[in-house]
């Protein structure tokens, strides 16, 4: 049986089994101005996301062997497409992040890592796929026969082949002191962070996770974005704004404005996730 775990809209936890939505908690967060800007919802409740995940299964084969990979740029301001973007530039040459049914993996195609990054987030826990493990390539992920879920190890292989700029997606607070230390015993690698899910940090975790990132996604965190907005060397973004704390960081937000044409006006009143956690 192919199970997998996703926290996503609103922080809830949905639990899809072999193609379907089987459970849905309660969000902790009523509203997020992406899902409203691009899919119209309001408010999210549970209805509402077991149908979006249902979708999503449905249109591109989320969590099924059916799943679609690759996926063009849509000239967007996200995580996966500043990624796209290091990638297209050879300033990174692999990008170490999550995909379901394989766990955590190596891509180097930007197509990939927008159509993986760009249509999942916050996978919790999966099972292997069979059909996407041989599509991606056992060499490429770090457990094919658990689909783990484990960034440090991802890294880790990605320095075994030999990449010298690698980026990496990263949501525990915990692998950070395991990144200082790669860096550390790795200086001939360039070891980029990305923090990625970040809600529902407690002030000690989005403390460990600002000070190991070059670039941070707020999400609906509170924490991430009071240590954001008062020590980040460039902001993007204001609903869910992108945070820059070193200059690489700084630079990656700087490639990827060029190429979509510059920063939108900014609004007097932006549109925040409602609450803030």
Do not use: W
């Not at 049986?1 to 922080?11: K, N, P, T, V, Y």
């Not at 937000?253 to 956690?277: C, S, V, W």
Request: glycine share 6%.
């Amino acid at each position: 049986m192919s199970e997998h775990i996703i926290e996503a809209l609103g922080l809830s936890r949905i639990t899809v089994k072999d193609g379907k939505v089987v459970s849905v908690s309660e969000p902790e967060v009523e509203y997020c101005p992406l899902f409203d800007h691009h899919r119209g919802i309001k408010k999210l409740t549970k209805e509402v996301i077991e149908k979006n995940i249902q979708f999503r299964i449905d249109d591109f084969g989320m969590c099924t062997p059916n799943r679609q990979l690759r996926m063009k740029d849509f000239l967007n301001f996200g995580i996966s497409e500043i990624m796209c973007t290091l990638l297209d530039e050879e300033v990174i040459d692999c990008v170490v992040m999550v995909l379901e049914g394989c766990g955590t993996l190596i891509v180097n195609e930007p197509e990939l890592v927008q159509g993986i990054g760009g249509r999942v987030s916050g996978l919790v826990k999966t099972s292997p796929i069979p059909e996407l493990i041989e599509k991606i390539g056992k060499e490429n992920i770090v457990d094919p026969e658990t689909a783990t879920i484990n960034q440090i190890e991802g890294i880790k292989l990605a320095i075994s082949k030999g990449f010298k700029n690698i980026a990496v997606t990263v949501a525990l607070a915990s692998d950070a002191e395991e990144i200082k230390k790669l860096k550390q015993e790795n200086p001939d690698v360039n070891i980029y962070v990305f923090v990625v899910h970040t809600s529902k940090r407690t002030p000690e975790e989005a403390r460990a996770l600002f000070d190991i990132c070059d670039v941070a996604t707020a999400c609906a965190s509170k924490n991430i974005r009071e240590i954001g907005e008062a020590e980040s060397i460039k902001i993007v973004g204001q609903s869910i704004p992108i945070y820059a704390r070193t200059e690489d960081g700084k630079r990656f937000l700087e490639m990827r404005l060029e190429k979509i044409g510059g920063e939108k006006p900014k609004k007097d009143n932006p549109d925040l996730p409602y609450p803030l956690i």
